[in-house]
């Protein structure tokens, strides 16, 4: 059994390096001055007190019904944070067709065998944006050996002498704990520095209880506030039943929190909320 064992073992090591040098060369990983684009503008200076969002993990577009849902979902809406993005002719044309938004997108890799398009967070909305910055996981994907982006940008509120930081989250998935743990706790770093209102949404993927549990430590750390659904049919992973997208918030009061449960437009079922500023 040992004799099998040891001939095993070579064998595995080098199907694992031959996985990852295949990987490598689907994958591209952008420079750091290459993660940031925008694309639109808007032209009005602050977001309002009360306005609404949305938050929506695309499955970078590849469903049939995702045009149709795009435009429903994001009808009325001034803040927009989109996760799985996947910037290919199409979903870029997507995003042109919405008038009076400005999105900024942050890259985690880029797909050298279709163009180079690339995919990550996107967040948009009908107010300028004062500054945007990312940040790139440090530890990376296994087996495809690519990170993940968490974008930060920060908006102007009206009647207020406060920003509002805003956090998009793509959240490392087959990973350790320690790993994810990494990529939440240099996050936070940005986040307790910021005295005014926070957003910090998307999709965590804690999909295992300790990963959930460490998330939740670190919000109540931050003095966030974790949005709640009446009906809440989030989407969740198949076997241990983990829900996946998340809304946490500091200084702001919600309301109709909904999950948009009956569009099939992504793997992923869409969140809104109406947000009031807090005084």
């Known amino acids: 059994m040992l004799y099998k064992r040891l001939l095993t073992l070579p064998l595995l090591i080098a199907l694992l390096s ?27 200076q602050a977001l309002p007190k009360q306005f609404s969002m949305l938050v929506w993990n695309t499955y970078k577009g590849k469903k049939q019904d995702f045009a149709t849902d795009f435009k ?15 910037l290919n002719p199409s979903y870029l044309t997507i995003l042109n067709e919405t ?18 398009h690339p995919t ?26 690519t990170p993940k ?13 406060q920003l509002l930081l805003v956090v998009n989250i793509h959240a490392l998935n087959f990973v350790s704990k320690r790993k994810y743990k990494h990529q939440l706790a240099s996050i936070a770093k940005v986040i307790v520095k910021h005295t005014g209102p926070v957003i910090f949404a998307g999709d965590f993927n804690p999909k295992k209880k300790s990963k959930l549990k460490y998330l ?32 946490f918030t500091r200084g702001i009061k919600f309301s109709n929190a909904k999950v948009w449960k009956d569009l099939q437009g992504s793997d992923h079922k869409a969140l809104t909320v109406d947000i009031q500023i807090v005084p």
């Open 120 to 145: 990550g967070v996107i967040t948009g909305s009908t107010a300028k944006t004062q500054d945007v910055f990312f940040q790139r996981s440090k530890y990376k994907e296994r087996f495809i050996r």
């Open 149 to 161: 982006v968490t974008m930060f940008t920060k908006y102007e509120i009206a009647e207020s002498d």
């Open 216 to 247: 939740k430590k670190t919000i109540k750390r931050l003095g966030l506030t974790e949005v709640t659904f009446k009906k809440d049919l989030r989407t969740r992973t198949k076997f241990r039943r983990m829900i996946l997208d998340y809304i």
């Open 99 to 116: 008038s009076d938004v400005e999105f900024f997108m942050a890259s985690s890799f880029q797909y050298l065998r279709d163009f180079g």
């Open 72 to 86: 429903k979902l994001t009808k009325d809406k001034d803040l927009i944070l989109l996760q799985e993005v996947y």
């Open 18 to 44: 031959c996985s990852n040098a295949l990987f490598a060369k689907k994958f591209g990983i952008p420079k750091s001055s290459e993660v940031l684009s925008q694309h639109g503008e808007s032209f009005t």
